[in-house]
């Protein structure tokens, strides 16, 4: 196990890719720290899924837009694990809704950009003074922070492509303490995400045009995050690594 004894915080951890990345860590050995907000029946799932095979996982309700709440994740595993904070994965955003600028209200841009970036400068910000030499932190940005995401999704993909641009300064600042930061990319991954905002037809024809003709899913993506924060990838840092499919490149 890459992971042994090694302490993970993953936001929005709960339900889909987050969920994945949590199991996949603590198959790896790591104790995880699941944030979950929207879905609890969700999380207990997660939860009861990692304790079955004789992982060890916990949970913790955090709406990550709020700077107390992110201070409780980040307190809950210094004090359930030790003082020392491993890996940091950043799963939890989102696209909210679709609007286009002309619908879009000021408090709906703010939000979605909250939600996106400022809560990963929170939780940084926050899991920093645990993290040892050696630490890793994954950032989920997205395909739509490279080519302006679909329609009515302009807030989504701006806030994407900010946290990429975060992700490279991190790696520079965070460099000097032996602390890695990189960043992975998802296309169209079979999640509830895009059961909510993409409509059947569009994900077909996006399948289609991916060289690999298939979405993604969200367990290959949780592979990518072990290897990102394991020592495997012990020179790698600064990158937004892009998993989807073949259908765009970097």
């Given at each position: 196990m890459k992971l042994k004894n090694k302490v993970a915080i993953v936001t929005g951890g709960g339900r889909d890719i987050g969920r994945e990345v949590s199991i996949k860590l603590a198959k790896e050995g790591a104790k995880v720290v699941?944030?979950?907000?929207?879905?609890e029946e969700k999380a207990k799932e997660?939860?009861?899924?990692?304790?079955?095979?004789?992982?060890?996982?916990?949970?913790v309700y955090a709406d990550v837009t709020k700077p107390e709440d992110i201070e409780k994740i980040v307190q809950t595993a210094a004090d359930k694990y030790g003082n020392?904070?491993?890996?940091?994965?950043?799963?939890?955003?989102?696209?909210?809704?679709?609007?286009?600028?002309?619908?879009?209200?000021?408090e709906f841009w703010d939000y979605v950009l909250n939600l996106n970036l400022k809560s990963v400068f929170l939780a940084v910000k926050n899991t920093l003074p645990y993290m040892p030499h050696g630490g890793a932190i994954v950032n989920f940005t997205s395909l739509a922070g490279r080519d302006?995401?679909?329609?009515?999704?302009?807030?989504?993909?701006?806030?994407?492509?900010?946290?990429m641009t975060y992700t490279r300064?991190?790696?520079?600042?965070?460099?000097?303490?032996g602390i890695r930061v990189n960043g992975v990319a998802p296309g169209m991954i079979a999640t509830t995400f895009h059961d909510t905002f993409t409509k059947p037809e569009a994900r077909q024809n996006t399948a289609?045009?991916?060289?690999?003709?298939?979405?993604?899913q969200a367990s290959e993506v949780a592979d990518l995050v072990a290897y990102?924060?394991?020592?495997?990838?012990?020179?790698?840092?600064?990158?937004?690594v892009d998993i989807n499919g073949g259908l765009s490149f970097s």
């Open positions: 699941i944030n979950y907000f929207g879905n997660t939860l009861d899924l990692i304790q079955a095979f004789g992982g060890e996982a916990t949970l020392e904070i491993n890996i940091l994965v950043n799963v939890a955003g989102g696209l909210v809704a679709r609007k286009t600028t002309e619908e879009m209200e000021e302006g995401g679909g329609p009515g999704a302009s807030a989504y993909a701006t806030s994407k492509g900010a946290l300064s991190l790696a520079k600042e965070l460099g000097p303490k289609n045009a991916t060289p690999l003709r298939r979405e993604g990102l924060v394991s020592e495997e990838s012990s020179f790698v840092s600064g990158t937004n």
